[in-house]
């Protein structure tokens, strides 16, 4: 059986490493957890498991609303990895990152606070914190190689893209997309507060979603029954992570400072309830399944 090791290293990030397999890929989740953009040394059991595993729910539901990269995650999966890789086909990736907001939260609630605009579309005065939007709002952001991404409008985006059809397309995909899994999320007890998506063109130019989708590290997931308008929701992320981070006295800079063994149980524990929420079965079910 092929090992990791004996395979091209492409691409190294935060959390995944991806290697070549020819005409595909392997795209393998790490344990790896960020705050503020450092990556901390030490890891979260299972949490690239989660990434995976989640990630494998959504594109096998969610294909006939847009294609998507997934081939496989246990053939050509070598076993030191099954059940945090799949194997993907390879896109031509775009330059932009696809975020759909359901919800006033995070650096859209800061947008609206200062502009009355989130991403250059106005919201209506007088909305809280939380609060549910009238309607989910694309608002695309840059793929920042350094630093952090920036929001855009619609218009920015196109540019980016480079067709203002192509990004209306993308636009439309992606609030599909976010729609269906907010109304699966909501059935099973959770908020999509919002989430970010990632598309590419395959070899015959169409549209198709890449890297991971709908998981905790692209999306604020919040219990239903804790979900007030007016304050900050508990999440089922990493949330955890930068509240101990931001109180530790930690500047932000490289490099991280390890985790205490209660924050990376808290954590690991959150990312398991992520999984049994959405999908209706225990982590350790995927795990079986993809080792099989």
Same mark, same amino acid.
């Given at each position: 059986?092929?090992? #990791?090791?004996?395979?091209?290293?492409? $691409?190294?990030?935060?959390?995944?490493?991806?290697?070549?397999?020819?005409?595909?890929?392997?795209? #393998?989740?790490?344990?790896?957890?960020?705050?503020?953009?450092?990556?901390?040394?030490?890891? *979260?059991?299972?949490?690239?498991?989660?990434?995976?595993?989640? +990630?494998?729910? =959504?594109?096998?539901?969610?294909?006939?609303?847009?294609?998507?990269?997934?081939? +496989?995650?246990?053939?050509?999966? !070598?076993?030191?990895?099954?059940?945090?890789?799949?194997?993907?086909?390879?896109?031509?990736?775009?330059?932009? %990152?696809?975020?759909?907001?359901?919800?006033?939260?995070? +650096?859209? =609630?800061?947008?609206?606070?200062?502009?009355?605009?989130?991403?250059?579309?106005?919201?209506?005065?007088?909305?809280?914190?939380?609060?549910?939007?009238?309607?989910?709002?694309?608002?695309? +952001?840059?793929?920042?190689?350094?630093?952090?991404? &920036? $929001?855009?409008?619609?218009?920015?985006?196109? &540019?980016? *893209?480079?067709?203002?059809?192509?990004? %209306?397309?993308?636009? %439309?995909?992606?609030?599909?997309?976010?729609?269906?899994?907010?109304?699966?999320?909501?059935?099973?007890?959770?908020?999509?507060?919002?989430?970010?998506?990632?598309?590419?063109?395959?070899?015959?130019?169409?549209?198709? #979603?890449?890297? &991971?989708?709908?998981? !905790?590290?692209?999306?604020?997931? =919040?219990?239903?029954?804790?979900?007030?308008?007016?304050?900050?929701?508990?999440?089922?992320?990493?949330?955890?992570?930068?509240?101990?981070?931001?109180?530790?006295?930690?500047?932000?800079?490289?490099?991280?400072?390890?985790?205490?063994?209660?924050?990376? $149980?808290?954590?690991?524990?959150?990312? $398991?309830?992520?999984?049994?929420?959405?999908?209706? &079965?225990?982590?350790?079910? =995927?795990?079986?399944?993809?080792?099989?």
């Amino acid at each position: 059986m092929t090992s #990791v090791a004996d395979l091209p290293l492409l $691409a190294s990030g935060k959390v995944r490493e991806i290697y070549d397999l020819d005409d595909r890929l392997l795209m #393998v989740a790490s344990d790896r957890i960020s705050t503020y953009d450092v990556v901390h040394p030490t890891p *979260i059991p299972d949490k690239g498991a989660v990434l995976t595993g989640l +990630s494998v729910f =959504w594109f096998q539901r969610t294909g006939g609303i847009v294609p998507n990269h997934l081939i +496989s995650f246990t053939e050509a999966v !070598p076993d030191e990895v099954r059940g945090r890789a799949i194997v993907v086909r390879k896109l031509e990736m775009l330059p932009v %990152e696809c975020v759909v907001r359901g919800y006033l939260a995070g +650096s859209g =609630w800061v947008d609206y606070q200062r502009s009355g605009q989130v991403s250059g579309v106005q919201l209506a005065p007088g909305l809280r914190q939380s609060d549910r939007l009238p309607e989910p709002i694309f608002t695309p +952001s840059t793929k920042a190689t350094s630093g952090h991404d &920036e $929001a855009i409008d619609l218009d920015g985006a196109s &540019e980016l *893209i480079g067709s203002t059809k192509l990004a %209306e397309r993308v636009r %439309e995909a992606s609030l599909a997309l976010y729609s269906f899994a907010a109304d699966h999320a909501r059935s099973r007890g959770i908020v999509l507060a919002d989430t970010k998506f990632e598309f590419g063109l395959d070899g015959n130019g169409t549209l198709t #979603v890449g890297d &991971e989708v709908l998981t !905790p590290d692209s999306s604020r997931f =919040w219990p239903l029954d804790q979900y007030a308008p007016g304050q900050t929701a508990p999440s089922f992320d990493k949330q955890y992570v930068r509240d101990w981070a931001s109180s530790s006295g930690w500047d932000r800079t490289p490099p991280a400072p390890e985790l205490p063994p209660e924050v990376v $149980a808290g954590t690991r524990k959150k990312y $398991a309830q992520a999984y049994a929420a959405i999908t209706g &079965e225990p982590l350790e079910a =995927w795990l079986t399944r993809a080792r099989a």
